[in-house]
């Protein structure tokens, strides 16, 4: 069992920056993901990383903005976020289990980290 927590988020103009990070005991052996979800939508993917943090993906509308990287050392998984868009708000949650872009085939979940970009 992994217990994930995310932290980071908050209010932010639009062209900011915010990094997320999400800690859990264990977390180090899993491939992780990021996923943000607006009300009323489906969660959507964002970016993965495996657990070597070798390899990384991301969606389209985030590449050259977004980062994803992880420091097994510390158990902790981080989203470097720069040139935010409005169209970034969303609650933000970490995942363990593939790297993959579909929510369903990750086992853990954090309970999320509100994203707020202002224009």
């Known amino acids: 069992q992994v217990q994930l927590v995310e932290s980071g988020g908050g209010l932010v103009q639009a062209g900011g920056s915010l990094r997320l990070s999400c800690a859990g005991s264990?977390?180090?052996?899993?491939?992780m993901g990021w996923f943000r979800q607006d009300p009323g939508k489906g969660r959507e993917f964002v970016a993965a990383?495996?657990?070597?943090?070798?390899?990384?993906y991301y969606t389209d509308s985030v590449k050259g903005r977004f980062a994803i990287s992880r420091d097994n050392a510390k158990n902790t998984l981080y989203l470097q976020m720069n040139s935010l868009k409005p169209e970034d708000t969303a609650v933000y949650y970490c995942?363990?289990?593939?790297?993959?872009?579909?929510?369903?085939?990750?086992?853990?979940w954090g309970q999320g980290t509100q994203v707020t970009v202002s224009s």
């Open positions: 990383i495996t657990w070597s943090g070798r390899s990384t």
């Open positions: 264990g977390l180090s052996a899993y491939h």
């Open positions: 995942a363990a289990g593939c790297v993959d872009s579909d929510p369903r085939t990750y086992d853990y």
